[in-house]
């Protein structure tokens, strides 16, 4: 399995923006779709954002369109959530997943966003 470290998760107010990481230990990564899923209290986990492989065009669920922007950095190994205009919906623990091919999907153990109001 892949290991994922997810990071950038904090509070910020209505409008703002956090950027989130997530590194992946396995430098094969860029192979993988990657991508964010988040869970809100009391809610299931949803999807946010992904790429079928890092560096190929994301896509969105219509919730974050236009407002978040996933990107990727082979170098590093890793993978940003870029998240602007945030609301106070938008607070949740939001996790990193990976999909190696051939192997069950890996996923980080979250990080939390509170967006205040």
């Known amino acids: 399995q892949v290991q994922l470290v997810e990071s950038g998760g904090g509070l910020v107010q209505a409008g703002g923006s956090l950027r989130l990481s997530c590194a992946a230990s396995?430098?094969?990564?860029?192979?993988?779709?990657m991508g964010w899923y988040r869970q809100a209290p009391g809610k299931e986990r949803v999807f946010v954002a992904g790429m079928r492989w890092v560096g190929i065009r994301p896509y969105y669920a219509d919730s974050v369109k236009g407002r978040f922007t996933m990107s990727g950095d082979n170098a590093n190994n890793t993978v940003y959530l870029q998240m602007n205009s945030l609301k106070p919906e938008d607070t949740a623990v939001y996790y990193c997943?990976?999909?190696?091919?051939?192997?069950?999907?890996?996923w980080g153990l979250g990080t939390q966003v509170t967006v205040s109001s």
């Open positions: 997943y990976a999909d190696p091919p051939g192997a069950l999907r890996s």
């Open positions: 396995d430098r094969t990564f860029r192979t993988y779709a």
